[in-house]
């Protein structure tokens, strides 16, 4: 199976909308969403972000950021944060799809 689309995953996901550029978000703890967006790793299984409200604001800033492109490359989040448990480190996707 051809998975191509892997590679489009980026590594960090802005959060865009009527908060201002450097405000807090709402539910937001001290230093939690740094630089107005999170990185993939921290989102596995954590509902967290549309719990605090932000579900409009990740939408909006996934019809911001350029699109990546369709390359050999994986991002990081995706090849060494997968499923990654507290206690374990995180699986590889790109390793994954070639054991498929």
């Known amino acids: ?44 299984f954590n509902a967290r972000y549309q719990h605090d409200g932000l579900t409009d604001q990740l939408i909006l800033g996934l019809l911001t950021d350029k699109s990546m492109a369709s390359d050999p490359w994986i991002e990081n989040d995706v090849r060494n944060y997968l499923y990654r448990d507290k206690k374990e480190p995180g699986l590889d996707l790109a390793a994954i799809n070639i054991n498929r």
């Open 1 to 44: 199976a051809c998975r191509f689309g892997h590679s489009q995953i980026p590594n960090w996901f802005s959060l865009v909308g009527g908060y201002g550029k450097n405000a807090r978000y709402p539910g937001a703890r001290s230093g939690q969403y740094k630089r107005n967006g999170f990185y993939l790793r921290n989102a596995f």
